[in-house]
């Protein structure tokens, strides 16, 4: 037996007893500045407060949003696993709370360059998130490349952020239409969630959500959900001009107490069937199927 029969052995195994895995969402958008990567960080916060164990993980892969808004740089990143001598949990930053995160780093620029033992050795390390955290939160680039959409499909559950604005709207739109375009290939589409960002009140939250859930349903005649809305909030708009995290630094604002809500909501829903829970190791162990 071949080192990959070995390994797809311990796939099949692994797969059949994952029942205590963590809560997988990723977090997308389909444009950059909506406040993808300060949803992911508040979120943390919220689910810290829950007394959940968090990592990040930062998709967005050759960028530093995540480490940035901890104000914490990192000693090791993915790179350091992948090519370098690392174990997975070896390359956790903790940020504030005791979160963990793991920076994509400079240098991993796409997941589809590594070779056999490199996906080998990734999908071994990532074994080891379940008996680490909680939630899993990936926070992927934004727009709509392979890359993005790849960490998308991965994840059983997605948040897709975005704004009033009507290029927002638009390009999440265009994310949505990419993911649900790729349902001839037989994969499972995720269950999608809209949170919209940056809004004046309720209304206008459910104005957003209405806009592009009727463009979902009348053109690719499909559903997405509606998870609620952040509001526009001068605090949070202070926090992120000083690198700063509102849950942190104003847990009372109304942004902060919007993303503990929505935090709170995410637990209640029911989460996807067991068969889905491992989204993010089954993406990586597909590398080597």
């Known amino acids: ?7 797809r052995n311990v796939i099949k195994a692994r797969e059949a007893k994952m029942v205590g895995d963590p809560r997988i969402f990723a977090i997308t958008s389909g444009k950059g ?25 930062d ?6 949003n995540v480490e940035v808004m901890f104000g914490t740089v990192p000693r090791y990143s993915l790179k ?32 589809n360059n590594l070779d056999e033992d490199q996906r080998q050795g990734l999908v071994y390390g990532l074994s080891r998130l379940s008996e680490l955290c909680d939630i899993l939160l990936i926070d992927t680039g934004a727009g709509v490349s392979d890359s993005v959409l790849d960490f998308v499909m991965a994840s059983p559950e997605v948040l897709l952020v975005t704004t009033p604005e009507p290029s927002a709207i638009t ?13 001839d290939t ?43 809305c952040i ?17 942190i630094v104003s847990p009372a604002s109304k942004s902060a107490r919007a993303y503990f809500e929505l935090a709170n909501r995410l637990l209640g829903q029911e989460p996807q069937p067991e068969d889905t829970q491992t989204g993010l190791f089954r993406f990586f162990a597909s590398f080597i199927k």
């Open 1 to 7: 037996m071949d080192q990959a029969e070995g390994l």
């Open 33 to 57: 500045g909506v406040g993808k990567s300060n949803t992911a960080v508040n979120l943390a916060i919220a689910f810290r407060k829950m007394d959940k164990r968090v990592i990040i993980f």
């Open 59 to 64: 998709a967005d892969l050759g960028l530093a």
């Open 80 to 111: 350091d696993f992948v090519y370098g001598d690392m174990e997975l949990p070896e390359i956790i930053t903790r940020g504030p709370m005791d979160i963990g995160f793991i920076s994509g780093g400079s240098g991993m620029l796409s997941l």
């Open 171 to 183: 390009d999440a739109y265009s994310l949505i239409k990419a993911v649900f375009g790729r349902r």
């Open 186 to 228: 037989g994969v499972r589409i995720p269950d999608i969630s809209v949170v919209a960002n940056k809004v004046i009140s309720d209304a206008e939250g459910d104005a957003v959500f209405t806009k592009l859930s009727s463009v979902v349903d009348r053109f690719l005649n499909e559903k997405v959900k509606y998870m609620g």
């Open 231 to 247: 509001p526009q909030d001068p605090l949070l708009e202070n926090a992120v001009r000083s690198q700063k995290i509102v849950s």
